[in-house]
Structures are given as C-alpha cells and as structure tokens.
C-alpha cells in the first residue's frame, strides 16, 4: 500500500462509484458528493424534466438524467459487467432481457454500490458548487457544496481535500442545433434530454434532428402517434430507416425556420411543423470547477489532459474519470466511409463499447497513481503528449469536439491503462461487443434487442479464439 490521501470524488454516477471503490481499495480516505438522493447518475429515471425543455436558460432547474420511461440499453449486458462483477441475469428477477430495461441497470449499479460498501461513503443530497485550489505548496482544495432546507433555502458547507476526481459525465448540458430562425420559431423545442414519453406528440407534426440511438428510439416511439415525422440527418448512414413508417420521412439538415411555423431542410422540403426535437447529443460543462483558465473547455474539448485523465499543472491532485466515449458519431456521420470500410474499424476498436470497463481501467489508474504505486511522466512529458495528440488531430482533419471520442485509438488507449496497471487483455469475447451495435441495427433493424441471439454470437467468437 502506498500513500493515503483524503479524496473528494464528485458525482455517485458508474464512474463516480468504480472511482470510490479503486480509491479505497488504494487506502485513500474517500468522500463522494452527490446531488441526487440516491446512486446512478444518468441511470435514475425521473419522470419530469429541465424547467427549460431546450437546455438554454442557464438558470433553469436541471434534472440529471436523460432517461426516457422506455429506454434500453444499446449494449448487450455482458458489455456493461465490470472487471470483476458481471451484470448477470438474475434467476426471478424483473428484467431477464440481454438487452435490459434502465430499471435493471440501475438495480446493478445499486447492487455494486451496496456490495463494495460504497453507500456509506456518498454525501446524498449534495449539490457542489465550487471546486478550487486553496494551497498549491500542500495541493489542497476546497469543495464546497450546498444541500437544500427547503423549497428557496440552501446550506452551503466548505471542505477541505488533498485530491479530486471529476465523475459527473455530460449528458446534462444538452447540445442544440443551430439554424436560422431557431429563437423565434414558434413551435415547441426540447431536446432529447427532456423526453420522457410519447403521448403529447399525438397528431403533432415532429421534426427529430439526429441520426444516433436516440433518434431511432425516439422515432419508432413518437410516429404511431404523431401526425407525421420528419428527420433530418447529416448523412445516409442506415441508422434510420424512416421507410419501416408509414408517416415518417427523411431530409437533409434543417435549413431555417420562421415565424409561421414552417420548417426548410436544406434538400428543399418545407414542412408545417409542431415539434422540433433535438437529439443532437451533450456538452461537457463544468461550471462548479475553478483552476484559473488551466482546465477550459473549448468545443467540447477539455482540456489540457494527458490521457483523458489529468491536467499535467495539476496532476495528481486533480483527474477526471469517465471523459472518454464512444465516438460511433463521427464514424456514422462521415459520408466518406463506406458501411463495410465503418465495420471494419470497427472490429479493430475491441474496447470501444465497453465503455464501463474502460471507465474502470481509469479509475483504477488515478487511484494507484494517487497511491505512487503507478508513476506519471514528468509534467513537461505530460503536455507533450496533449500537444501531439492535438497535432495529430489536426492533421487528419478532426474537430476539436471529437477529442475524446477515441474511434479506432481506442483499443491502443484501454491496452495501454491496462499496461499500466499489469492487467492483461481481456478476452476477445468481451472485448467484441461494439460490432452488435453497428452490426445488430444494420442487420437487424430497430428491433436487434429482441431479434439478435447474443449468446449465439458470443459462442461463435469463442470458438474463434
């Protein structure tokens, strides 16, 4: 055991909770603060959302999570277990589908936290609301949270820490498209972050923008009921296939939009339009962190962070847990890439949908790096790494806001923590799971969750092996 440090760990969400448990297993004395009542981050249905339903007002009431009442994962189960607690299917339990309901997720992030003694860690209930450096000789910062007396009333509260870890995702600060005559459009506009169900877009002419899972579960819920679906996307990638409706349709971007309601895509249709839904992804938004312009987030890059981790000024005493994601967008977005050339990469990116177990590699990383069981480079060594890696991006032509979306460097990326950490690779059966994403919907269609024989298709790629 190394050395021991009092930890503060924001947000109890799936990265929050793996960095607490690495963190103790280290020694460390570890404090997770949390603004909900109860563990789950993301995965904590709640049936109403932001009192501004686009995401705009910054001083609108938030609701974490984006849930919607039937969503599902997109990853089979045996995707989401952790290193060394898999996601079972329990024998009477509520939810035995492969690719279960966000109940049963959340049953399983409750059942991690209860079994690794984590609950009594967690701060429920509070809201932090400053994270900075106090000390830089001693590296102690201050967290400050709140926690509310009663409806109009908060008590703030300051302590003291040696260290931080950032947990807290970002899919909260929804991410809106922009279009001319947005603002003044007179329809309703929500993002996807705000839908919970169906029924109010009854008769209602909807136009979705966006081509990701969220779109497609959004699409085969509302068009039943709505009067007609318009979906405008970037490319003609086969993520939806608007032709298994009866009144669904497929554009080219929103154009603009005016006054009377009308809505024009940029292949020239103009629609009469009720509801604009955006399921136009997140942002990373830190409001609460004070580093004096060293962490900044630009285009949805944060940064400077050596290994999507730490700041190198400030490295070990702040990290981030959990930035890293699944960039399947920029893949399906890039009309240049043919559907076989995407499966392909894909098949190289081995770790790339098990986003659970790379947020585990991650923080078992920061914790033993906290410890000084595990060295980081020197932090000049650390900010030439950021900067190649930015130097790298720009030459191929990649936007900032795909910085933490590894794509095809994302089995590079998982091989090198697990490096770090002497784990060897995991095998080739769970590291596979990416391809049902791409490869189920194709195949498949909407309905690859209760089509697609999971089980089958783990069999055949360990008998590979």
């Given amino acids: 055991m190394g050395e021991s440090y009092k930890v503060a760990v924001i947000g109890a969400g799936i990265a929050g909770l793996l960095t607490a448990r690495e963190l103790q297993r280290e020694g460390h004395h570890v404090t997770v603060f949390e603004k909900a009542t109860k563990v789950g981050g993301n995965w904590i249905y709640s049936q109403r959302g932001d009192t501004d339903p686009l995401g705009l007002d910054p001083n609108r009431e938030i609701v974490h999570s984006s849930l919607y009442k039937s969503l599902r994962t997109n990853l089979p189960r045996q995707a989401m277990s952790f290193l060394d607690y898999p996601f079972l299917k329990k024998e009477g339990g509520d939810d035995q589908r492969t690719f279960p309901g966000h109940e049963e997720v959340l049953r399983f992030i409750e059942g991690f936290a209860r079994d690794f003694g984590l609950m009594e860690l967690i701060q429920f209930g509070h809201q932090v609301i400053r994270v900075e450096l106090v000390d830089e000789v001693t590296h102690e910062w201050v967290v400050e949270s709140r926690t509310r007396e009663t409806e109009s009333t908060w008590e703030s509260k300051e302590e003291l820490f040696e260290a931080v870890v950032i ?26 972050h705000n839908y919970r169900t169906p029924e109010q877009f009854e008769n209602k002419v909807v136009v979705l923008i966006g081509n990701g899972p969220s779109a497609v579960d959004l699409l085969k819920e509302i068009s039943p009921l709505a ?239």
């Avoid at 955006?278 to 942002?283: A, E, L, M, V, W």
């Fill in 167 to 192: 947990c807290t995702g970002k899919e909260t600060e929804p991410n809106i498209s922009e279009f001319p005559g947005r603002d003044s459009w007179p329809g309703l506009q929500i993002h996807s």
């Fill in 227 to 465: 009067k007609q679906v318009h979906v405008a996307v970037r490319s003609s990638f086969p993520m939806l296939r608007v032709d298994n409706y009866d009144k669904a349709w497929q554009h080219s971007m929103i154009e603009c939009t005016h006054k009377d309601g009308k809505v024009v895509f940029q292949d020239g249709a103009i629609v009469d339009a009720d509801v604009i839904i955006h399921c136009t992804g997140y942002k990373y938004h830190y409001p609460f962190l004070k580093s004096n312009g060293i962490v900044t987030v630009d285009d949805n890059r944060v940064g400077p962070m050596y290994k999507h981790a730490f700041p190198p000024s400030l490295a070990p005493w702040l990290s981030f847990v959990g930035l890293t994601n699944r960039d399947l967008a920029y893949l399906m977005l890039s009309q240049s890439i043919e559907l076989n050339v995407l499966i392909s990469i894909l098949k190289k990116c081995v770790y790339q949908a098990v986003v659970f177990r790379v947020m585990e590699l991650q923080a078992r990383w920061v914790a033993k790096v906290l410890s000084g069981t595990v060295e980081l480079p020197s932090q000049e060594a650390m900010s030439s790494s950021v900067e190649q890696l930015y130097s790298e991006m720009e030459k191929k032509g990649l936007p900032k806001n795909h910085t933490h979306g590894l794509m095809e460097a994302e089995v590079e990326y998982a091989s090198w923590l697990a490096a770090q950490l002497n784990i060897k690779p995991l095998k080739r059966w769970k590291e596979l799971t990416v391809v049902s994403i791409v490869k189920g919907v194709v195949q498949y269609g909407e309905n690859f969750r209760d089509t697609w024989d999971i089980d089958k298709w783990m069999q055949e790629i360990d008998s590979s092996d």
